[in-house]
Antibody, heavy 117, light 105 residues
Framework: QVQVVESGGGVVQPGRSLRLSCAAS????????MHWVRQAPGKGLEWVAV????????FYADSVKGRFTLSRDNSKNTLYLQMNSLGPEDTAVYYCARAVNTLIETWGQGTLVTVSS | EIVMTQSPATLSVSPGERATLSCRAS??????LAWYQQKPGQAPRLLIYSASTRATGFPARFSGSGSGTEFTLTISSLQSEDFAVYYC????????FGQGTKVEI
């Protein structure tokens, strides 16, 4: 079945960096755009970024533009989110999700990122 | 940015009752509107897409309607497993979510 599994979350100090990974299975990863969506504790959902199926295009929410970078390795069926200059406002569960056309379809279980000193 | 506004924030209903959730877009999103269901401690799950198409695995008591700027999610007869937070999301122009409606007993 279609599955995405996030990893790499944890506690990080303000100003530091963290890289999240998302391992995909059960579908043709190299044909699918992929998204990251985050959810701060007790809050709603916020779209973060999307990368095209081949990695040639990336788009970011204004709140993370210039600090976060998406990449993918289609040979490993893996998506990455490099997060730099992290602040307390980035504390959230980060969900990786598969896109079907422009629809965000299948979500992973998420990985928690806590930015705290 | 297209702003999505959901109402009410919380909906208190009893099992077996009908629930009607609303979602309004700040500008037209055509039918590019999805609903997601999120239960505590779980990831969101796609419930409705293209405003009215039910996703795999959800029963017929869930239905979506609307186009343009006004959308509705209806749960015809609430079951215990339906108590959750429901988010609408537009995917017509980038991606933005509503703030969610919590359906509670």
């Amino acid at each position: 079945q279609v599955q995405v599994v996030e990893s790499g979350g944890g506690v990080v100090q303000p100003g530091r960096s963290l890289r999240l990974s998302c391992a995909a299975s059960g579908f043709t990863f190299s044909s699918s755009a992929m998204h990251w969506v985050r959810q701060a504790p007790g809050k709603g959902l916020e779209w973060v970024a999307v990368i095209s199926y081949d990695g040639s295009n990336e788009f970011y929410a204004d709140s993370v533009k210039g600090r976060f970078t998406l990449s993918r390795d289609n040979s490993k069926n893996t998506l990455y989110l490099q997060m730099n200059s992290l602040g307390p406002e980035d504390t959230a569960v980060y969900y990786c999700a598969r896109a079907v056309n422009t629809l965000i379809e299948t979500w992973g279980q998420g990985t928690l990122v806590t930015v705290s000193s | 940015e297209i702003v999505m506004t959901q109402s009410p924030a919380t909906l208190s209903v009893s099992p077996g009752e009908r629930a009607t959730l609303s979602c309004r877009a700040s500008q037209s999103v055509s039918s590019n509107l999805a609903w997601y269901q999120q239960k505590p401690g779980q990831a969101p799950r796609l419930l409705i897409y293209s405003a009215s198409t039910r996703a795999t695995g959800f029963p017929a008591r869930f239905s979506g309607s609307g186009s343009g700027t006004e959308f509705t999610l209806t749960i015809s007869s609430l079951q215990s497993e339906d108590f959750a937070v429901y988010y609408c999301q537009q995917y017509n122009n980038w991606w933005t979510f509503g703030q969610g409606t919590k359906v509670e007993i």
